[in-house]
């Protein structure tokens, strides 16, 4: 079955707009629909950055073949979504959050920063950019009515969103990762995990059914993965305000990028010294902002590379495994890329508590065997073969 108009059939030329936001979004305008608004096409050079050449138009294929298998680049996020899932409350939960994306993108731009914290106003109050963030994802996750309860980084406690359990959803996020560097003007980002029914304990990165993270850099994007639909889906915010598809990645591979988090643990972890030295050696491209969302990010924009935040005995673990490890895992894998926390996939680990923090690793298939061969002397992942460890 197929619904929707097929993006092909109207040319080259990208579709027309459906949302309108020419000043940014305020909070309040996180409707309760979370409806489209119509609009004009888009001032200045509007029409020309939507054109993009036939030969860019890719056609996915859905695992379950009674779904839609035609979203295309160019599609608009509301688009992509109704092809990609039958699940209107999913549709419905990940178009409000990217409302909220939208508006945070706009106030970590215009916030003010001194001193040891980053301001935005917000009606007659100052608030902190990452309450601000914080505020607006329970306010879009509320708004949805599908959320039953939603849990943040800064508040991890399960708060009851009003939405039903069943065919609805939970969902936990770190409203604002690298809020130390808004400062600095490195790219931050917002991260998120949807699990279906009123459960955030007990289950495994892998029960996700979706999960996304909202870049905020020179770019503002929001990358999407749906347990159903395959690939990690890239959609740039356009000037008008509207989230167009602009990449798909559906393989991650081999490629001499890293991105070395936690280095002060080599200090004690002499298996992570290894590591390192081994990127080094073999003349690696150093990519590491301290921002997570970017560091991992560009693995599945670039379509290769390795993201490691390792610990040692003086330097415990910092990620969460619930608000930034597993959705950001789920993200890599449905790209094509692997994740580990030296054992197993970091989507099988199950969050026995909100606040259980990992150490972790992404990226292509090698450079999982390579960390946990290095780290641990074996590799899951490994049958045969040539090793790949830096201690071969
Ligand atoms: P931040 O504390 O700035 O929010 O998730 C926490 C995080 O950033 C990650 O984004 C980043 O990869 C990591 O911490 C960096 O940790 P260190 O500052 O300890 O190196």
């Given at each position: 079955?197929?619904?929707?108009?097929?993006?092909?059939a109207?040319?080259?030329?990208?579709?027309g707009v459906?949302?309108h936001?020419?000043?940014?979004v305020?909070p309040?305008?996180i409707s309760p629909?979370?409806?489209s608004r119509?609009?004009?096409?888009?001032s200045?050079f509007g029409?020309?950055l939507?054109?993009v050449?036939?030969s860019s138009?890719k056609?996915?294929?859905a695992?379950n073949?009674s779904?839609?298998t035609?979203?295309?680049?160019g599609?608009?996020?509301?688009?992509?979504?109704?092809k990609?899932?039958s699940d209107k409350?999913?549709v419905?939960?990940?178009m409000c959050?990217?409302e909220?994306l939208?508006?945070i993108?706009?106030?970590?731009?215009?916030?003010?920063?001194?001193?040891?914290?980053?301001?935005?106003?917000f009606g007659?109050e100052?608030?902190?950019v990452?309450?601000?963030?914080n505020k607006?994802?329970?306010?879009?996750?509320?708004y949805?009515?599908?959320c039953?309860?939603a849990?943040?980084?800064?508040?991890p406690e399960?708060?009851?969103m009003g939405?039903?359990?069943?065919?609805?959803f939970?969902?936990?996020f770190?409203?604002?990762?690298?809020?130390?560097i808004v400062?600095?003007?490195?790219?931050v980002g917002t991260?998120?995990?949807?699990?279906?029914g009123d459960?955030?304990?007990?289950?495994?990165g892998?029960?996700?059914?979706?999960a996304a993270?909202g870049?905020y850099?020179?770019?503002?994007?929001?990358?999407l993965?749906?347990?159903?639909?395959?690939?990690?889906?890239?959609?740039l915010?356009?000037?008008e305000?509207?989230?167009?598809?602009?990449?798909e990645?559906?393989e991650?591979?081999e490629?001499?990028l890293?991105?070395?988090?936690?280095l002060?643990?080599?200090?004690d972890?002499?298996?992570?010294?290894?590591?390192?030295?081994?990127?080094?050696?073999?003349?690696?491209?150093?990519?590491y902002?301290?921002?997570?969302?970017?560091d991992v990010?560009?693995?599945?924009?670039?379509e290769k590379?390795?993201?490691?935040?390792v610990?040692?005995?003086s330097?415990?673990?910092?990620?969460?495994?619930?608000f930034?490890?597993?959705p950001?895992g789920?993200?890599?894998e449905?790209?094509?890329g692997?994740?580990?926390?030296g054992?197993?996939s970091?989507?099988?680990?199950e969050?026995i508590?909100l606040?259980?923090?990992t150490?972790?690793?992404?990226?292509?298939?090698?450079?999982?065997?390579r960390?946990?061969?290095?780290?641990?002397?074996?590799?899951?992942?490994k049958?045969?073969?040539?090793?790949?460890?830096?201690a071969?």
């Amino acid at each position: 079955m197929e619904t929707g108009i097929a993006c092909c059939a109207r040319g080259a030329y990208l579709p027309g707009v459906s949302q309108h936001s020419k000043a940014p979004v305020s909070p309040q305008s996180i409707s309760p629909s979370c409806s489209s608004r119509s609009l004009k096409s888009s001032s200045l050079f509007g029409e020309t950055l939507r054109f993009v050449p036939r030969s860019s138009l890719k056609v996915s294929k859905a695992k379950n073949p009674s779904l839609v298998t035609r979203c295309e680049i160019g599609d608009s996020l509301e688009e992509f979504l109704t092809k990609a899932t039958s699940d209107k409350g999913l549709v419905r939960v990940l178009m409000c959050m990217g409302e909220a994306l939208r508006t945070i993108a706009f106030k970590v731009r215009t916030a003010s920063c001194g001193g040891t914290a980053c301001v935005n106003s917000f009606g007659d109050e100052q608030l902190a950019v990452d309450m601000l963030a914080n505020k607006l994802l329970f306010e879009a996750l509320t708004y949805s009515h599908f959320c039953k309860y939603a849990c943040s980084e800064e508040v991890p406690e399960l708060q009851d969103m009003g939405g039903p359990t069943e065919g609805g959803f939970s969902v936990a996020f770190d409203p604002l990762d690298g809020s130390s560097i808004v400062d600095t003007n490195f790219s931050v980002g917002t991260i998120f995990g949807v699990w279906p029914g009123d459960k955030l304990i007990g289950v495994t990165g892998r029960d996700q059914v979706a999960a996304a993270m909202g870049v905020y850099g020179p770019r503002t994007t929001y990358v999407l993965a749906l347990k159903d639909y395959p690939g990690s889906h890239e959609f740039l915010l356009l000037d008008e305000g509207k989230w167009q598809h602009v990449k798909e990645t559906t393989e991650i591979g081999e490629g001499k990028l890293f991105s070395p988090g936690n280095l002060r643990a080599t200090f004690d972890n002499v298996d992570y010294d290894k590591l390192i030295n081994y990127y080094v050696k073999e003349k690696y491209t150093l990519r590491y902002t301290g921002g997570m969302v970017p560091d991992v990010n560009q693995i599945i924009v670039k379509e290769k590379g390795v993201f490691t935040n390792v610990i040692s005995p003086s330097s415990k673990a910092k990620l969460r495994l619930l608000f930034e490890v597993a959705p950001l895992g789920f993200l890599v894998e449905k790209a094509g890329g692997y994740s580990s926390d030296g054992h197993q996939s970091v989507l099988d680990k199950e969050i026995i508590n909100l606040d259980d923090r990992t150490q972790v690793a992404y990226g292509s298939k090698n450079e999982i065997i390579r960390f946990e061969e290095t780290l641990y002397g074996k590799s899951r992942l490994k049958s045969e073969g040539v090793p790949v460890g830096a201690a071969a």
